[in-house]
Each structure stands twice: as structure tokens, then as C-alpha cells.
């Protein structure tokens, strides 16, 4: 802790010395360092950020009046992140536990209290959600995009002006920019190998079409079986992106679309050996928790048990998959002294979810065993009974074994979003924009959770049948538990949002901006009514025993809520590349379709006590400066929520809460340049953050978030004539957290290492060979969330992060 305190009082001392010298060097020029060093971040200087802002022009990243976070291409690319929400390690405040692959991640925003997805995150491209909801039950926004050589950059906005545009998200925004076609034609051609037999190919190309006609088209296609092998493909499929813009007198319009077909394996949780009251954690015998993983193909193709003569054929490898398009239209024009602005888009897919969700600890065949007797056969002996490999053969009763549902939740999602938007310079430097904000989404589920099988705990596990003496079938096929929840449902709703913003420039030095928003949101939804029963009729066979069906009848439910978001912030200029900010938000979240569904009754959803309106009240000072020897973008924050709704299923049931939170911290980025193509960043947050409201939580640490932290990024470009070779290394400290409410289940703090190596030749090559988590760190960014209270000693079932990986890529550009 000692450490930790000493690493947030230098960020903040840094940036009072470096407040102090902007101070005194306003309007001065200082000795500059070489050219070189000038040119280098001369770019960084002149970033525009278009994200938050009221202009759908931007304004220069020093001069907004708010935490954003920018990362271009080749940044993306230095990061190598596994998936989407990995990009958001490059982002303080945020924590992505990307552990389960391509899809599916938990994300956290410093001080938002969330337990599992990304409710207060929503995910862009080119300004438009791509689905307007950012959270549902096994959907997060990030599962719904993909990287590839089409994207030009990303901006992570957090908090800010947020509330008041577009999905008004309060918490974090990341909008992916695609490129656009220009006047000098541009095109890349990339393949990748890499850990788990990676395959892929990249392609762009961008160039001008026409007079006034530009155009682009790109993608990738890629299969791979994944740093944990299941031994089918881990990821398989491909992606295209087109771009259309048409140039117009003081504007444009851009028209893009994004078909996306991809299937990408999900990994929860597998065994580890806890003791130290859950502060060490270490390999469980026989299972390598870096590479490791339960699913196998003698699971891959399973049934499911739906209703008395309905019988369901899943897959695997299918996943957390997706198929789904995007289509977007942005179109921005300048007429007369009006700016106007005016962003759509429609998205329509699949996003399923076939998955494996680990279930209770390991145990021995033996306990097992004595478990089942006593609960189908408590007059008989503990050991009376058979345990039987499905592919033949007696199980030893030493054997570890473990249970896993095979889960499948197909989800078909549609939506449609429009923001309009109108700027006009009301008086001298008095500038208001006004504007709507509508969306119109829906969502089909059919949902069977539960189907536990029984397997050995070993990597690529096999699976077990047990049969007792008194003819009950524990595990028929391995599977040894019923469906136990299973409702069919369909979704919908419409936003409508307005908003106006006044931005106020009171002389060179001095920004004032203040906006308001009143959304209104309509949601409706038909779930189905259940019920339970043996689907086969035979009380033996116990493993389907109690299944969860649909009678056939559903439940309509619905409501209505406006909320009112507002923000306030002032920018002082300190020179002409630092300022210092202050900004104060008022936001909302809105009850979304799950929500609905969990309130269970009418009477229980319009009762705002029972199910609220969550707020979220946020107050920000930062500080903000690059110049060619350093930069430094800290802000400190404070943030207070009420009426957060939380959602855990464990096995055989769904347990839902409410409270609010409240918490404090600082986020950093910082660089210094102090050697020509030398460059040390440190990026990273401190905070503080805890449970209120709720008095059986109140004052426990906020759950899965880290206190600290931190990724301290070297990097060296050595010049070689035409040609040059960039080395860079990144070492990434994770704090502890816990990863429950009730602060009962410790999650350790962990370090990783990264580094990499860019060779550029001549104009055209460019070659890369990077590698993550070199060290093998065994760090965890989950517990075993299918159980509650604590889970300190013993074999447990946790997330580890991936082990090694190494890829390798050559680029041709043409």
C-alpha cells in the first residue's frame, strides 16, 4: 500500500511541477529540444477528438474541458490487444477483464459499481452506437465489434459531456473512427501467425474514386485455436467494411457498412489450488492454468433436454460468436452560419452465446460419488454405485472431477439510431447547439441454462457417467443436471432524447460550456411463464428431473421513464498546449430489458423503490499539457450512484440487488521524451471506492476494481537510413480487488510483461513480432461467480488470464 500511495503522489506531483512551469512559461517560448523531437509530437499537439464534442468538427484533445483517451493505429497495433475490450488497458480508469476470448468481457470504470459485462460502456463507430442498449444478459458492446486494418483510431471518452450526447452514457465511450478515402491512394495487405495455430490475413484500401467521390474497402479473415486450446477452432471467420463518402460544399457525407460472421470460443473459469485465505493461488495438479481449458470435442457437440420430446443439437465452437451487420450514413455540413449534423445507423445479427460456465469446485470422484448417494440413495453406502468414462473405462475414485453447464442463449438483436444536431454562433464567441437523439432497438431470447455435465478436472476434459445401485442415472452422457432456467422472451424499445448545449468563450484564456438532455424511454417486453417437469418421465434418470419449460402462456410487461442529464465545465488555457479543467455531470442509466424480466410483476416494476432509476453524479478536475520534452493528462475525480441494479446467476438460480456507491481517484498519462526517439509513458488510476445504500454491502470495497492500476511503456526507434526498427516493452500492474460484494472472495494483484519489435523497410514492408505476458503471470479476473461467500482454500474454479503468446506479421504497403 506504501508503494501504491508513493506512485499516486508522484503522478500528482508531477503534475503540480509541471502546472507550476506551464504557469510561469505562458507566453514565453522555451528552448525547444531537437526537430525531431518537435515533429514527433507535433501530432499528438494537434489531435482532434470528435467525441464528446458539441462541433461535429472536434476540437484539439488540450482543449477540451474533459478525460479522453486517444490511440492511433499503430498504437492499437504496439498494445496487441486479445479482443476489443482489451484496447481499453491503454485507458486509465478502465479495467477489462478480457479474459474470455474475442467476446463476452467484464469491464469496469473507476468507481462504477458493476459485477459483470459493460452497463456503463458503450462502444461506437464513427460516433454511432452500434447497438444503442450498452448491456444485456450475455451481451456487452464490445462483442459486437472486431479489429482490423480499416480502423484509423479510437477515442475513449469518460465521463465528461457523455450524459448529455448520443446514448447518454455516463461511464465510458469508445468510438472506433474508420478510415476514409483521400486523395492519395492507400492500401495494406497484412499476415499474421501467431500462439494457437493463428492464421489471418488483413486487407485495406482506400483511394479517390471520382471527383468528390472517395472510397474504401477492407477486412480480415482469420481462424486460430486459441492460447487454451479446446481442440476445435477457437476463432474462425471473417470481416468486411466499406466506406462511401461524397465530398459537398463545406461538408460531406460518408455512408459505411460492416458485415461481420465470426465464431469465437468462450472460456470461464477452470481449477487452481487457493490457500492464504485466497492470497496465493497456484496450479492445480495436472492443469496448466495458462493454457488450459475444460472444453474438448468429446463435449463439443452436445444435446440439450428441452421439453418432453424436444431435444436440442448444440455446438461448441460456436461460441460467443457473431453474425451481424452494420449500415451507417454521417452526414456533417456547414450552410451559411448553421453547422448541422446528422448520424444513423442500423444494425441487425445474431450474437448466440454456446458455452461452457464452470459450476461447483473439484472434488474427488470418491465425494462425488457420496454425494449422489446420499442424495438418491441415502439408505445405501456412501460408495454404492458406478462412476464410467462415456468413452469406456472405470473412473479412478481418486480422480478430480468437476461439473460445467453447456449454456446456450441465442439472442437476434436489431436496432436503429438517429442523432441530429444544429451550431450556430449566437453573439461574439457564444456558440449553442441544439439537437434529438432516437433509437428504436429489439431483442429475441430463448435461453437454457444449466445442462451440468460431470468431467474429469484436466485440460480438454473427459466426461462421466454415474449410475447408482438402486438404478438412479446421476449422469447420463455426462450430463448430470437439469435446464434450470429456460424462458423464451421478446424485447423492445424506443428512446427519445433532446438536448442543447451552450459553449461560451469569455476571452482567449477562458471556455464555459453547460448542456442539459430529456430522454424519455419506452420499453416493452413478452416473457414467457414457466414451469418444471421430468421431460423424459422417468424419476430415475435424475439428470433432466425438474427441467425448466414454458407453459405456452407469457407475461407483457412494460414501462416508461424520463430522467433529466445535465453537464457543466470550464476550460482555463494555461499556454497555448496545457490548460486545467473542472466539470461537474449529472447522469442516467435506464432499466433495460433484463431488468424487466427480473422485476417479475407488473406491481414490482412500476415501483421505483423496488426497481429505480439509476444515477450517477460525477465532479472532475484535470489537467492537461504536451510539449516535445513531456505530457501529462491527469485528472482527478469523484463519483456517487444510487439505485444499481446487479444481476449474479449461480448455479440453479438468479440472485438480483440494488444499491449505490461512491468513490474518489486520480487517472494518469503520462510521457516524457528526454533523448531524441525515446519515449516512457505511464498511464494507470488510483481509486477508491465502496458500496452504499444497501446495508448488507455498505462499505465494502466496489467489486471487481483494483485500487491501482498502472502500465509503464518504453520505447526506442533506432533510424537505419531509409529504413528503422522501433523496440517497446510494457510492464502492467494490476492491483488487488475482490471479486464479490460481499468482499469474502480475494482476488490477488498481478504483473504482466509485453514487448515487442517493429522493423519498417524502405516504404513498403513493415515486419512485427510481439509477445504478451511473457513471464507466464498467473493473475486471476474472476472468482468462481456461480458461487457465493468465500472461496479461500482449497481447489476452486477461477479466470486466469492467457498465458504467452507470441504473433508474428508481415505488412505490404502499396
Given amino acids: 500500500m506504501k508503494s501504491h500511495k508513493q506512485l499516486m503522489l508522484s503522478s500528482i506531483g508531477l503534475a503540480v511541477l509541471t ?79 478480457a479474459t474470455g476470448g474475442q467476446s463476452g468481457a467484464n469491464i469496469e470504470v473507476r468507481g462504477f459499481p458493476s459485477g459483470s459485462d459493460s452497463p456503463f460502456v458503450s462502444v461506437q463507430l464513427n460516433g454511432n452506437p452500434i447497438y444503442p442498449v450498452p448491456v444485456l444478459s450475455f451481451f456487452e458492446g464490445s462483442s459486437a465489434f472486431r479489429l482490423d486494418d480499416t480502423i484509423e483510431r479510437v477515442e475513449v471518452l469518460r465521463g465528461g459531456p457523455s450524459t448529455i450526447y448520443s446514448v447518454g452514457q455516463p461511464g465510458a465511450t469508445m468510438n472506433f473512427l474508420l478510415k476514409k478515402g483521400s486523395d492519395t491512394p492507400e492500401g495494406t495487405l497484412r499476415f499474421t501467425a501467431g500462439t494457437g495455430e493463428l492464421r489471418r490475413v488483413d486487407g485495406f484500401f482506400g483511394g479517390k474514386i471520382a471527383d468528390g467521390w ?78 488450459g481449458t475444460l472444453m474438448s470435442n468429446e463435449m463439443r457437440h452436445f444435446t440439450i433436454d428441452a421439453a418432453p420430446g424436444k431435444t436440442l443439437s448444440r455446438d461448441l465452437a460456436d461460441g460467443r460468436g457473431m453474425d451481424a451487420t452494420v449500415f451507417g450514413l454521417n452526414y456533417e455540413q456547414n450552410i451559411g452560419s448553421w453547422d448541422f449534423s446528422n448520424k444513423a445507423n442500423y444494425f441487425d445479427g445474431d450474437l448466440n452465446t454456446i458455452s461452457m460456465f ?75 447547439t441544439a439537437g434529438f437523439y432516437y433509437a428504436d432497438y429489439k431483442s429475441n431470447d430463448e435461453w437454457y441454462l444449466g445442462s451440468s455435465h460431470l468431467m474429469t478436472a484436466t485440460p480438454n476434459a473427459s466426461l462421466i457417467d454415474v449410475r447408482l445401485t438402486n438404478g438412479v442415472i446421476v449422469s447420463n452422457q455426462g450430463k448430470d443436471g437439469n435446464v434450470f ?100 455531470n449529472k447522469g442516467h442509466t435506464f432499466i433495460f430489458f433484463d431488468d424487466m424480466r427480473n422485476a417479475g410483476t407488473q406491481a ?92 448488507a454491502i455498505a462499505g465494502n470495497e466496489v467489486q471487481r476494481q483494483p485500487n491501482l492500476q498502472f502500465r509503464l511503456t518504453p520505447s526506442y526507434r533506432i533510424p537505419l537510413g531509409d529504413n528503422a526498427i522501433k523496440l517497446y516493452g510494457t510492464y502492467t500492474h494490476i492491483g488487488d480487488r475482490w471479486a464479490d460484494q460481499a468482499n ?34 498467473l493473475g486471476l479476473t474472476e472468482g468462481n461467480s456461480r458461487l457465493t461467500g468465500a472461496q479461500s482454500s482449497g481447489p476452486i474454479n477461477a479466470r486466469p488470464i492467457f498465458g504467452r503468446a507470441v504473433e508474428a506479421s508481415v505488412l505490404y504497403r502499396f
Fill in 19 to 97: 502546472l507550476v512551469s506551464q504557469a510561469q512559461a505562458a507566453g514565453q517560448s522555451a528552448d525547444a529540444p531537437a526537430a525531431t523531437a518537435q515533429d514527433a509530437v507535433s501530432k499528438e499537439i494537434q489531435t482532434v477528438v470528435v467525441t464528446g464534442t458539441a462541433s461535429a468538427s472536434g476540437t484539439r484533445k488540450i482543449d477540451t474541458s474533459f478525460s479522453i483517451t486517444t490511440a492511433t493505429e499503430e498504437q492499437l497495433k504496439a498494445a496487441s490487444p486479445s479482443s476489443t475490450a482489451d484496447v481499453l488497458k491503454l485507458v486509465p480508469g478502465v479495467y477489462a477483464e
Fill in 214 to 291: 472517395y472510397g474504401t474497402i477492407g477486412g480480415f479473415v482469420r481462424e486460430s485455436h486459441g492460447v487454451r486450446d479446446p481442440q476445435f477452432k477457437a476463432d474462425d471467420g471473417h470481416q468486411l467494411s466499406a466506406t462511401l463518402t461524397r465530398m459537398l460544399d463545406g461538408g460531406e457525407v460518408t455512408a459505411y457498412v460492416r458485415s461481420t460472421k465470426e465464431k469465437n470460443a468462450f472460456y470461464t473459469g477452470v481449477p487452481l489450488i487457493s490457500s492464504n485465505n485466497g492470497r496465493t493461488i497456484t496450479e492445480f495438479p495436472g492443469f496448466d492454468p495458462l493454457t
Fill in 358 to 432: 464452470t459450476g461447483n469446485n473439484p472434488l474427488s470422484a470418491a465425494a462425488y460419488l457420496a454425494n449422489a448417494n446420499a442424495a438418491h440413495n441415502p439408505t445405501a453406502a456412501a460408495t454404492s454405485g458406478s462412476m464410467t468414462f462415456v468413452k469406456g473405462g472405470a473412473v479412478s475414485p481418486t480422480q478430480q472431477v468437476v461439473q460445467a453447464g453447456l449454456w446456450s442463449v441465442e439472442k437476434q438483436l436489431k436496432s436503429f439510431t438517429n442523432e441530429f444536431r444544429a451550431s450556430k454562433e449566437l453573439g461574439k464567441d457564444n456558440t449553442v
Fill in 485 to 584: 432456467y429456460a424462458p423464451t422472451a421478446s424485447y423492445k424499445g424506443d428512446n427519445l432524447a433532446l438536448f442543447i448545449a451552450d459553449e461560451f468563450k469569455v476571452n482567449d484564456r477562458i471556455k464555459i460550456d453547460v448542456g442539459a438532455r430529456r430522454e424519455k424511454q419506452s420499453v416493452h417486453a413478452r416473457v414467457s411463464n414457466l414451469t418444471s417437469m421430468d421431460t423424459d418421465n422417468n424419476p430415475l434418470t435424475v439428470y433432466n428431473n425438474g427441467t425448466s419449460m414454458t407453459t405456452g402462456t407469457f407475461t407483457n410487461l412494460e414501462r416508461d421513464d424520463s430522467v433529466n442529464s445535465f453537464t457543466a465545465g470550464a476550460l482555463l488555457k494555461l499556454s497555448p498546449n496545457a490548460s486545467v479543467f473542472a466539470r461537474v
Fill in 604 to 695: 414490482a416494476l412500476n415501483d421505483r423503490n423496488g426497481v429505480p432509476t439509476p444515477e450517477v453524479s460525477q465532479y472532475e478536475f484535470g489537467f492537461k499539457t504536451a510539449t516535445p520534452l513531456y505530457s501529462a493528462y491527469i485528472n482527478a475525480f469523484v463519483t456517487d450512484f444510487s439505485g444499481i441494479s446487479f444481476q449474479q446467476i449461480t448455479i440453479g438460480a438468479v440472485l438480483n440487488s440494488v444499491s449505490g456507491s461512491k468513490g474518489h481517484g486520480v487517472e494518469f498519462e503520462l510521457a516524457v521524451r528526454p533523448i531524441t526517439n525515446l519515449q516512457v509513458t505511464l498511464t494507470g488510476n488510483y481509486q477508491n471506492s465502496e458500496y452504499k445504500d444497501n446495508p
Fill in 744 to 777: 469474502l472472495s480475494y482476488l490477488p494483484s498481478y504483473k504482466t510483461f509485453d514487448a515487442g519489435i517493429l522493423a519498417t523497410v524502405g516504404d513498403h514492408w513493415e515486419f512485427r513480432l510481439a509477445g504478451t505476458n511473457l513471464s507466464n503471470e
